[in-house]
C-alpha cells in the first residue's frame, strides 16, 4: 500500500517522552480525569478541573502549559497564566455543551430581568460553574461573583448566600439543585431559569422568594444515568457501593450511596477495600482507568457514557502541539475578559 507509513501510539507517547526530556521543567503538561488512557499517563498532573486550574496557576517553572482536557479549562489555565507562560490547547475543537448552554448576552439579559424583579442591582450574587466561557465567568466576576466547581460547589453556594439574598448559578441545573439540597434548601426556594423562555418561564413572586435561581443547562454525559440503571445495578451487585457525580439529576443522586466531584470518585475508589465493588456514574473513561488502576477491586461503570469532546484530545494532538514548541498558536483572551474573568476564579480558590 501506497501512502504515509502508520504511526502508531506508542511512537507518539516516545515522541512525546523525549520532547518532555528536552525541555525539562519548561514545559508541563495537564490532563484532565476524563482524557483517554494514553493521553493521561503523560500527563505531569492529572486532575479534576479545580485542581488542574490550582497546577496552572502553581506551576512556576513552566513556559508552556499544555493542557489536555476540553476548551473552557484550557481558558481557566489561560487566565491564571503568568506573564511569561502560554497555554497551549491540543485540539480546538474539543469544547463542552454543558458551557455552551449559556451565553454572555443571554446571562446580560437575565440578570436585567431578575435585578427589575428583585428591585436591586445587587440582590443576586452570580455563580459560575468552571463549565463556563471565559466571557461568563468575566461576566460573573464583573459582578462580584466567583466560579465554582463541584468540588467547592457547596462551600461557593454557602459564601453567595452570606452575602445576598440569592445565588444565580448557570449553567448547569443539576449541580445546582443538588447543591442546594446538600445545603437544606426547600425545594420551593429553587427555581429554575429557561433563558429560552420570556422572562425566564418564572413568575415574578416566585423569583422574589427564591434563594437559588438555576439556569436551565445539564451535562448529555451525566444525566444519561437514571434511576433504572441504579435499580439494576442493585438488582445486579447487591454488595456494590454506588457514586456518581453532582451533574446527575437529582432523583439518582437521591437513591445511590454517594455523590461527588470527580476527585471524591478518585478518592472513594483508592480508599476501597480490596474485594470491594464500587458502581461509578460518571464519564467512563476514567471509570475504566480507575478499574484498570485496583484490579484488585471491582470499579464498574453504572452505564459507559463517554464525553465525545474529551476523546478528542489524541496522543497525535499532543505530539503536534509539543513538536511545534516554542512557536504554535497559544490561546489568546481579550484582556478586559481576563481581567474580569481572573477576579472570579480567584475568588474560587479563595472560598
Ligand atoms: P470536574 O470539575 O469534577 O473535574 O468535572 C469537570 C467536568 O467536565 C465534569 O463533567
Ligand atoms: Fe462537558 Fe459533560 Fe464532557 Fe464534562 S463530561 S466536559 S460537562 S460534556
Aim: proline share 6%; hydrophobic share 40%.
Amino acid at each position: 500500500m501506497q501512502g504515509e507509513p502508520r504511526v502508531d501510539g506508542r511512537q507518539h507517547a516516545d515522541a512525546i517522552r523525549d520532547l518532555k526530556k528536552r525541555w525539562g521543567p519548561e514545559l508541563i503538561l495537564l490532563a484532565h480525569h476524563y482524557q483517554r488512557p494514553e493521553v493521561a499517563a503523560l500527563g505531569d498532573r492529572l486532575g479534576d478541573s479545580y485542581e488542574l486550574a490550582r497546577d496552572a496557576r502553581d506551576a512556576r517553572e513552566a513556559r508552556f502549559i499544555v493542557f489536555c482536557g476540553v476548551r473552557f479549562m484550557a481558558e481557566a489555565a489561560e487566565v491564571l497564566r503568568r506573564d511569561e507562560q502560554v497555554v497551549l490547547h491540543p485540539e480546538p475543537s474539543a469544547g463542552c455543551p454543558l458551557a455552551d448552554f449559556a451565553s454572555v448576552e443571554q446571562a446580560t439579559e437575565a440578570w436585567r430581568g431578575l435585578s427589575e424583579i428583585l428591585g436591586d442591582e445587587s440582590a443576586l450574587m452570580p455563580l459560575v460553574y468552571m463549565n463556563s466561557s471565559a466571557g461568563m465567568k468575566a461576566f460573573t466576576g464583573a459582578r462580584g461573583g466567583a466560579v465554582c466547581t463541584s468540588s467547592n460547589a457547596p462551600r461557593a453556594f454557602e459564601w453567595g448566600l452570606r452575602q445576598r439574598r440569592a445565588v444565580l448559578f448557570m449553567p448547569d441545573e443539576h449541580l445546582g439543585r443538588n447543591t442546594c439540597r446538600k445545603l437544606g434548601l426547600a425545594p420551593r426556594e429553587i427555581v429554575l431559569y429557561d433563558p429560552y423562555t420570556p422572562g425566564g418561564g418564572l413568575e415574578p413572586e416566585r423569583i422574589r422568594a427564591a434563594r437559588a435561581v438555576l439556569w436551565k443547562g445539564y451535562c448529555h454525559v451525566h444525566t444519561a444515568f437514571t434511576v433504572e440503571d441504579v435499580a439494576w445495578a442493585r438488582e445486579k451487585h447487591p454488595e456494590g457501593r454506588i457514586l456518581v457525580h453532582p451533574e446527575c439529576p437529582e432523583p439518582v443522586v437521591a437513591c445511590v450511596d454517594g455523590s461527588g466531584s470527580t476527585s471524591y470518585l478518585v478518592r472513594e475508589v483508592a480508599a476501597a477495600a480490596p474485594g470491594s465493588t464500587l458502581i461509578i456514574g460518571t464519564e467512563v473513561s476514567l471509570v475504566d482507568r480507575l478499574a484498570a488502576e485496583h484490579a484488585d477491586r471491582k470499579v464498574l461503570p453504572l452505564r459507559r457514557s463517554l464525553c465525545f469532546n474529551m476523546s478528542r484530545i489524541t496522543l497525535a494532538h499532543v505530539r503536534a502541539v509539543c513538536e511545534a514548541l516554542p512557536g504554535g498558536e497559544p490561546l489568546c483572551l481579550p484582556e478586559e475578559v481576563k481581567r474580569d474573568a481572573f477576579k472570579a476564579l480567584e475568588r474560587m480558590l479563595a472560598i
